[in-house]
């Protein structure tokens, strides 16, 4: 009898008015992350003037929310490839807005640290969203797609920064904290139409359930299936030659997934599937994604959280201060603001390069631009130099971090998909946990150029795990 594959099926009936609806629904999910994470650009200035906290305070009301993410991620993972994409993305959801908008009644200091971590956890399946979008995507254009997807990540960065700008003006903080868990909020009403993923029912081995989806796809995009029926093993020329390929031992074989996916289904789950990721299979990958998935987050929030500190630090150091000038807020609000703008050139930028040079050279080429562009940060500049540099080093961060996002999902099989990119990310929110430390701590203490010099080591090292990456998956189908 014949059969197909599920790329196959999503080869032929392409990217249509089905993907459409999971982009912008994940795509919303994204959103909703992205202005959780900027929220920390302006939660703890306010919150520390209202309460009078301390520069330890103000930094750990940001940490506290990575390691609400760092915990989330991991968990959300393991979760995902055990029971399905569509129970993380219901709970993980609920989960922060729910949250948000009780950590917008927060009474004291400490009820707002533990809410925030909370909402920190549900934020960390984000990932999710990623994963499941990208389970619905053809091969031929996936890398297009998922910088399209990133996307609605800088729109959140955008509304988050113009709604602070706004609100703030007029408002309190608490406001803004209401307002920032309404997108998240407005997931809740369109779950119900919400289609799992063909390739994780495939990997369960749930064939039925994946041609019900599939046939979703196919009435939606008006796009008839392939001839014969839906199979997840087939052997085929072409998986011959991936096996006699040089990067062979890179990627498991389709042939080795059912004895997988039989290991995560039983109750040991979570410790098969991390043995998988690290075999000799998968080790080398693995641990540079770990490294890079960290480096990135480091530089990201790092430099979200520099375009609300270097100035105001400036100001202060330079007038013999620790820090008694609080920072203007129109100009707290303006840069930000300008600096989120960035985010749209890096995801040009990303676009054009991740399918002309592929994903490696892509990440480190915008690695080591960011680099660059701190580098001259290491001294102080006036504060236009120093919004231009910020701009220009966040376009690049930003770019890079959308092609890691494509990279580490393809890298990994279906099976264990979810937990290998959830433990990439968790270990990536220990980047945002520590961040904190060195932005706002070494900053408030006038060690600019200490505090610039970490990230560049930092970014540059990222840079060099990128170039040791053992395999390229552009082109590639995912198992």
Same mark, same amino acid.
């Given at each position: #009898?014949?059969?197909? @594959?599920?790329?196959?099926?999503? %080869?032929?009936?392409?990217?249509? =008015?089905?993907?459409?609806?999971?982009?912008?629904?994940?795509?919303?999910? /994204? $959103?909703?992350?992205?202005?959780?994470?900027?929220?920390?650009?302006f939660l703890g200035p306010l919150v520390r003037e209202e309460w009078s906290l301390s520069a330890r305070d103000e930094s750990l009301l940001s940490s506290v929310v990575f390691a609400g993410m760092l915990t989330g991620a991991c968990a959300w993972g393991f979760v995902s490839d055990r029971y399905g994409r569509r129970t993380v993305l219901l709970f993980s959801t609920l989960l922060?807005?729910?949250?948000?908008?009780?950590?917008? !009644?927060?009474?004291?200091?400490?009820?707002?640290?533990?809410?925030?971590? *909370?909402?920190?956890?549900?934020?960390?399946?984000?990932?999710? *969203?990623a994963s499941w979008f990208l389970e619905f995507v053809p091969a031929g254009n996936r890398g297009t797609w998922m910088v399209s997807f990133s996307f609605f990540w800088? $729109?959140?960065?955008?509304?988050?920064?113009s709604l602070a700008w706004v609100a703030l003006s007029a408002l309190s903080w608490r406001w803004l904290l209401a307002l920032t868990a309404l997108p998240c909020f407005l997931l809740l009403p369109f779950f119900g139409i919400t289609p799992e993923s063909p390739r994780y029912l495939c990997a369960r081995n749930r064939i039925s359930d994946a041609t019900l989806v599939l046939e979703r796809v196919s009435n939606a995009n008006q796009v008839a299936l392939p001839l014969g029926v839906l199979a997840y093993h087939r052997e085929t020329k072409a998986d011959h030659i991936t096996r006699i390929s040089e990067d062979e031992h890179l990627i498991?074989?389709?042939? =080795?997934?059912?004895? $997988?996916? &039989?290991?995560?289904?039983? =109750?040991?789950?979570?410790?098969?599937?991390?043995?998988?990721?690290?075999?000799? &299979?998968?080790?080398?990958?693995? !641990?540079?994604? /770990?490294f890079v998935y960290y480096a990135s987050s480091f530089a990201y929030y790092g430099i979200v959280l520099l375009t609300s500190q270097l100035s105001d630090a400036n100001r202060s150091c330079n007038s013999g201060l620790i820090f008694e000038v609080h920072q203007k807020e129109d100009n707290l609000y303006k840069d930000t603001f300008i600096t989120s703008f960035a985010e749209i050139p890096g995801l040009i930028l990303s676009a054009v390069l991740v399918d002309w040079f592929g994903r490696k050279v892509s990440m480190w080429c915008m690695l080591f631009a960011c680099?660059?562009?701190?580098?001259?940060?290491? +001294?102080?500049? &006036?504060? +236009?130099? %120093?919004? @231009?540099? !910020?701009?220009?080093?966040?376009a690049c961060?930003?770019?890079? %971090?959308?092609?890691?996002? !494509?990279?580490?999902?393809?890298v990994y099989p279906t099976s264990v998909r979810s937990t290998g990119v959830g433990i990439a990310t968790a270990i990536g929110k220990i980047g945002g946990v520590v961040c904190p430390l060195?932005?706002?701590? #070494?900053?408030?203490?006038?060690?600019? #150029?200490?505090?610039?010099?970490? *990230?560049?080591?930092?970014l540059c090292l990222a840079g060099v795990a990128c170039i040791l990456f053992p395999v390229e998956t552009k082109g590639r189908e995912i198992g």
């Open positions: #009898m014949e059969t197909y @594959t599920t790329d196959d099926a999503l %080869t032929v009936m392409g990217f249509g =008015k089905f993907q459409a609806l999971v982009l912008a629904y994940a795509g919303m999910g /994204w $959103v909703a992350e992205a202005m959780e994470v900027m929220l920390l650009s922060t807005s729910g949250l948000g908008f009780l950590s917008a !009644l927060s009474p004291n200091y400490l009820c707002l640290l533990a809410l925030r971590l *909370f909402v920190g956890i549900g934020v960390g399946g984000g990932h999710v *969203f800088t $729109v959140g960065t955008i509304l988050e920064a498991p074989v389709r042939e =080795k997934e059912r004895t $997988v996916v &039989n290991a995560i289904s039983s =109750k040991s789950g979570g410790i098969a599937a991390l043995h998988q990721l690290l075999s000799h &299979n998968l080790l080398r990958s693995t !641990l540079l994604l /770990w680099c660059a562009f701190l580098g001259p940060l290491v +001294l102080r500049q &006036n504060e +236009l130099l %120093t919004t @231009t540099l !910020l701009f220009c080093a966040r961060g930003t770019g890079s %971090t959308t092609v890691l996002c !494509l990279y580490a999902p393809e060195v932005a706002v701590g #070494m900053l408030r203490s006038c060690h600019q #150029m200490e505090a610039v010099l970490v *990230f560049e080591l930092v």
